[in-house]
Nanobody, 117 residues
Framework: QVQLVESGGGLVQPGGSLRLSCGAS????????MGWYRQAPGKQRELVAA???????NYADSVKGRFTISRDNAKNTVYLQMNSLKPEDTAVYYC???????????WGQGTQVTVSS
């Protein structure tokens, strides 16, 4: 069965950086569109960044210029490089995958990112 596992979260000071990774298994990773979402306490889950199977990207306005999504199909992994982190970036970050043309979404278990001094 498809499995997504996030890693790389943690506690970081404002202005710092983190890189999240999402490793995929039991799927032909290259034909999946991938995305990073986040959910802060008391808020709805929101899209942070997405990357298509072809490598096109899009970002939430709140993270443009600070976050970068990328993928390595050889390693079945999607990354989220987060720079200039702010306290409002604090959330659980989730990885999601959907095969191109498909309707089923696959989610990871999430990784906590806390930005605080």
């Amino acid at each position: 069965q498809v499995q997504l596992v996030e890693s790389g979260g943690g506690l970081v000071q404002p202005g710092g950086s983190l890189r999240l990774s999402c490793g995929a298994s039991a799927m032909l990773f290259s034909i999946y569109n991938m995305g990073w979402y986040r959910q802060a306490p008391g808020k709805q889950r929101e899209l942070v960044a997405a990357i298509t199977s072809g490598g096109s990207t899009n970002y939430a306005d709140s993270v443009k210029g600070r976050f970068t999504i990328s993928r390595d199909n050889a390693k079945n992994t999607v990354y989220l490089q987060m720079n200039s982190l702010k306290p409002e970036d604090t959330a659980v970050y989730y990885c999601k995958g959907r095969v191109v043309g498909g309707r089923d979404d696959y989610w990871g278990q999430g990784t906590q990112v806390t930005v605080s001094s």
